[in-house]
């Protein structure tokens, strides 16, 4: 694509680069020059036009963002007709925002005239909302870089992984001086979480802080209607061999991972049973702000697998906002373990 300042006459046939405004005469950016609007320019004074002029191989820029918008559009997402060199990707089910990272990155390294930008991977997300945009920064761009890009970009970067688990059993265990109106906000506000996806709590049952009831109880449920389970603990879990993982391993499940760096969230652990996941809740779960439970909850809730890599990974960016129900361990306060 040729660009830049030449005679008004040299610039009919071409794309006006910015917008002009000579008397009574505008001419908006982006508006094909013809004869016409050369003569009412020539007769408002104007001698010269920074214009962009299309040359053999170019592909225009609402084409080229819609070519690149539905290679990326994977599994529920759904491409908006291009305007103004950009094309909008949106979500078109409830569920979880699941990118091809490496694929999103490799296409924003071919050149500067092509960008793709997302939300956060993992987020979850409703129907109708914006997930991506694709936007060609020139008036056009060559068809041969075109096609590096959608060589990069791979195909169904991104997509939506639709809530499917919608039953879920919530065990709390018991102590003295846990009062029951704490489990009862506990429940309301994990009702609250689960909503989005749809999804309701089947199974509640409480027993006391101790192993072997909390593996009994753990093991009924995994027989039943659940397809996630919650622990909400009385007391946060504190090591491998505490009473939830021990609970778990007794009732023979598998804890696959203690331990998360996203704060608040530290204390997650996440098993399984009879083939269904279990979360042990972290103290912070009980409050509604964000939290690194509820990243969890909602990519199991979708049925996307959550692998110790995964956990781990989530450091940078893991850091949250403070929550009111604790001291302010950042700020040189005693810290309790309800994380």
């Known amino acids: 694509?040729?660009?830049?300042?030449?005679?008004?006459?040299?610039?009919?046939?071409?794309?006006?680069?910015?917008?002009?405004?000579?008397?009574?005469?505008?001419?908006?950016?982006?508006?094909?020059?013809?004869?016409?609007i050369a003569g009412r320019?020539?007769?408002?004074?104007?001698?010269?036009?920074?214009?962009?002029?299309?040359?053999?191989?170019?592909?225009?820029?609402?084409?080229?963002?819609?070519?690149?918008?539905?290679?990326?559009?994977?599994?529920?997402?759904?491409?908006?007709?291009?305007?103004?060199?950009?094309?909008?990707l949106y979500a078109a089910t409830s569920g979880v925002l699941v990118i091809d990272v490496d694929a999103i990155h490799g296409l924003n390294a071919v050149d500067e005239t092509m960008t793709a930008a997302t939300l956060p991977a993992y987020k979850p997300?409703?129907?109708?909302?914006?997930?991506?945009?694709?936007?060609?920064?020139?008036?056009?761009?060559?068809?041969?870089?075109?096609?590096?890009?959608?060589a990069r970009a791979g195909g169904g970067a991104l997509r939506i992984a639709p809530y499917r688990r919608r039953n879920v059993g919530v065990v709390s265990t018991l102590l003295p001086g846990l009062k029951a109106s704490v489990v009862d906000k506990t429940l309301a506000v994990l009702g609250r979480r689960l909503e989005p996806a749809q999804a309701r709590i089947v199974q509640d049952c409480?027993?006391?802080h101790e192993a072997a009831p909390l593996a009994e109880e753990l093991a009924l449920q995994a027989n039943g209607q659940a397809e996630l389970i919650v622990v909400f603990g009385a007391?946060?879990?504190?090591?491998?061999?505490?009473?939830?993982p021990l609970a778990i391993e007794m009732a023979e499940g598998r804890v696959e991972h203690f331990g998360m760096p996203v704060d608040p969230g530290n204390l997650l652990l996440l098993g399984s049973l009879g083939g269904k996941p279990?979360?042990?809740?972290?103290?912070?779960?009980?409050?509604?702000?964000?939290?690194?439970?509820?990243?969890?909850?909602?990519?199991?809730?979708?049925?996307?697998?959550?692998?110790?890599?995964?956990?781990?990974?989530?450091?940078?960016?893991?850091?949250?906002?403070?929550?009111?129900?604790?001291?302010?361990?950042?700020?040189?306060?005693?810290?309790?373990?309800?994380?």
Not at 235 to 244: G, K
């Open 235 to 244: 007391s946060a879990i504190a090591d491998r061999r505490d009473v939830i």
């Open 41 to 88: 320019l020539k007769q408002a004074g104007v001698e010269t036009l920074i214009a962009a002029r299309f040359e053999p191989g170019d592909i225009a820029e609402d084409e080229a963002a819609s070519r690149l918008a539905h290679v990326l559009a994977g599994s529920n997402v759904v491409v908006e007709a291009p305007f103004t060199g950009r094309s909008n």
């Open 206 to 208: 409480r027993v006391s």
């Open 125 to 150: 997300v409703v129907a109708g909302e914006m997930v991506g945009t694709v936007k060609i920064i020139p008036y056009a761009i060559p068809e041969v870089l075109l096609q590096k890009g959608i």
């Open 1 to 36: 694509m040729k660009f830049g300042q030449v005679p008004l006459e040299e610039a009919v046939g071409a794309l006006a680069a910015h917008s002009v405004k000579a008397g009574e005469t505008v001419v908006k950016k982006g508006t094909l020059v013809t004869s016409e």
């Open 278 to 339: 279990i979360i042990g809740a972290p103290g912070c779960a009980r409050s509604p702000k964000e939290n690194g439970f509820d990243w969890i909850l909602h990519r199991l809730l979708a049925d996307v697998p959550v692998t110790r890599a995964d956990i781990m990974s989530l450091g940078v960016g893991g850091l949250l906002m403070e929550i009111v129900s604790r001291p302010q361990p950042r700020a040189g306060g005693q810290s309790v373990s309800e994380e």
